[in-house]
């Protein structure tokens, strides 16, 4: 039986393997959408979706206007915004509706997707691939010992977290005044 370390040693080196499959360029041309986008949009569902709200705070934190689409205050999208679509098998139902209307509604979109072939992931203009198994996803990705999902879960949220801290240096916002975003009603 696998002891919890000898697991957690296993889960960072896949996360180790996807880290050495990502695109750098695609990357830097989802930080060039964030930057000039007037507004941020986001939308993830399970697992993965908490990986995208977390993001979506951080954003927030680094001055951008970036709302959750599922919170009751967010506003209509439009053009000028961007609507980035974390959808891990790059079909999911109600992700794709929502791209649709993001689109219909003159709004940019990004997927960010484990599976590049599926519907959603086809119909955007730019995608973040994030090459990790990924629940009912096809494409040639890591592959986890880890159940449904989580290698891709993980890896988002490391990812995520990495592309903050870039964003924070191309905009020039030192850490102070991300914590001075902070929520401070806690």
Same mark, same amino acid.
């Given at each position: 039986?696998?002891?919890?370390?000898?697991?957690?040693?296993?889960?960072?080196?896949?996360?180790? /393997? %996807?880290?050495?499959?990502?695109?750098?360029?695609?990357?830097?041309a989802?930080?060039? !959408?964030? #930057?000039? !986008?007037?507004?941020?949009?986001?939308?993830?569902?399970?697992?993965?979706?908490?990986?995208?709200? !977390?993001?979506?705070?951080?954003?927030?934190?680094?001055?951008?206007? !970036?709302?959750?689409?599922?919170?009751? +205050?967010?506003?209509? #999208?439009?053009?000028g915004?961007?609507?980035?679509? +974390?959808?891990?098998?790059?079909?999911?139902?109600?992700?794709?509706?929502?791209?649709? /209307?993001?689109?219909?509604?003159?709004?940019?979109?990004?997927?960010?997707?484990?599976?590049?072939?599926? +519907?959603?992931a086809?119909?955007?203009?730019?995608r973040?691939?994030?090459?990790?198994?990924?629940?009912k996803?096809?494409?040639? %990705?890591?592959?986890?010992? /880890?159940?449904?999902?989580?290698?891709?879960?993980?890896?988002?949220l490391?990812?995520f977290?990495?592309?903050? #801290?870039?964003?924070?240096?191309?905009? /020039? %916002?030192?850490?102070? +005044?991300?914590?001075?975003?902070?929520?401070?009603?806690?």
């Amino acid at each position: 039986m696998e002891t919890i370390t000898s697991g957690f040693e296993r889960a960072v080196d896949e996360l180790g /393997q %996807v880290a050495k499959r990502l695109d750098e360029a695609e990357i830097s041309a989802f930080m060039d !959408a964030i #930057i000039k !986008a007037k507004r941020v949009f986001l939308i993830g569902v399970g697992r993965e979706g908490l990986s995208t709200r !977390a993001f979506t705070m951080r954003l927030m934190h680094l001055g951008k206007e !970036a709302h959750w689409i599922w919170d009751d +205050t967010t506003p209509s #999208i439009g053009p000028g915004d961007l609507l980035i679509a +974390t959808s891990g098998s790059g079909s999911i139902g109600h992700i794709d509706y929502v791209h649709d /209307q993001a689109v219909a509604a003159g709004a940019a979109t990004i997927v960010v997707t484990g599976d590049p072939s599926g +519907t959603t992931a086809q119909k955007a203009k730019q995608r973040l691939f994030l090459p990790a198994a990924v629940f009912k996803g096809k494409a040639d %990705v890591v592959p986890s010992t /880890q159940p449904m999902g989580n290698l891709f879960e993980q890896a988002l949220l490391i990812l995520f977290d990495q592309i903050v #801290i870039a964003l924070a240096e191309r905009m /020039q %916002v030192d850490r102070e +005044t991300m914590v001075g975003r902070h929520r401070n009603v806690e």
